[in-house]
């Protein structure tokens, strides 16, 4: 049982407060005004985007461990199976909106949830249940501690913040990092479920609700987010650190696991490219061209579980050629080879 029932905000305790806007507050039902983030100004090495296909980001999540993150449940669960979503992968501190793929993405081993017995606020609703996400532990992926930042959590007691929540998360139009800080919490009812003024884009869903101290909850969907109090914040260090808690049950994930490619520009001028690859399951082989500009990194849209992918390039007018001795009917490929799941990372250079 929560040990909160509806109530006005300035009731709120156990180190959760925030400002209620009697009179300023954005209605629910209207969007909320938010801001693009240029990762490479002002990252957030916490950020993790829940991602599925190629570069389809679904929900945001936060980096709380050395192969965990934070999410929502509806981001990673099939609620009619109670099963992980086969098809649900974690890409750390990506922007897609501003070309910026540091690091490839991580398959999920398990997903962690509240039992319906846990102290602290189990939602009545699905969609209102948080989720610890553990990724897969592969020789060529380190821990997301030698790529990210782990995000901190609000233990205070008493203390009070006067002004906005701050929220950091995915546009999932854009796959770009958004901010907003004009969101606020209104009430927090049993469940811990927080009644909130803002109405934040698609992919939102999973983003950590965060004041100075850490986050304090997270942003579920329209109007509603999740606190996250003390009993739950021990019991989430549990699960990470590995000493299990008995308010989280683990369901195991089988992932599909593919190769997915990521192409950078490192010359003067457009590169037209083409690559040939066998699609997951195998098949003749499919193509996919396009042009990349230069200083452009992005993802082709190219899944494979064959370790050998083909490619030719050109550039200034065809006077620059990147091909070899495999040969298809538009001309002639080199090949890559690749021995690892996830992200393949290939650059193209004026120099080669």
Known sequence: MSRFSLKPIHRLATGFSVLLLCLFALPVSAQTSVEPVKALDAPDRAMAAIVTGVSDIVCSATVIGPRHVLTAAACVIDPDTDQVLADRQVIPRVDLDDGYIPASRRFIRRVFLPVDEAPFGPAARFDGKLAIVETVELVEHPPFSAETDEAAFDRRETERDDGFLAIRFYDRATGGQMTTPACAALSIAPGDMMAMNCDLPEGAS???????????????????????????????????????SPFFRAIEATPDLFIAFVLSNRCDAPIDY???????????????????????????????????????????DGAL????????????????????????????????
């Open 206 to 244: 999973g983003a950590a609700i965060r004041v100075a101290a850490g986050i304090t909850g997270l942003y579920l969907y329209p109007g509603e987010g999740r606190y996250i109090g003390k009993a739950e914040i021990e019991a989430i260090g549990r699960v990470v650190t590995g000493a299990g």
């Open 274 to 316: 083409s690559l040939r690859y066998r699609p997951v399951g195998g098949g003749d082989f499919t193509a996919v061209s396009g042009r990349i500009e230069p200083d452009e990194r992005r993802f082709v849209d190219l899944m494979t579980d064959n370790g050998v992918v083909y490619m030719r390039g050109t550039a200034k």
């Open 321 to 352: 050629v990147w091909d070899g001795g495999r040969v298809f009917e538009d001309g002639r490929y080199f090949d890559i080879r690749i021995n690892s799941w996830g992200d393949y990372f290939h650059s193209l250079s004026c120099d080669e």
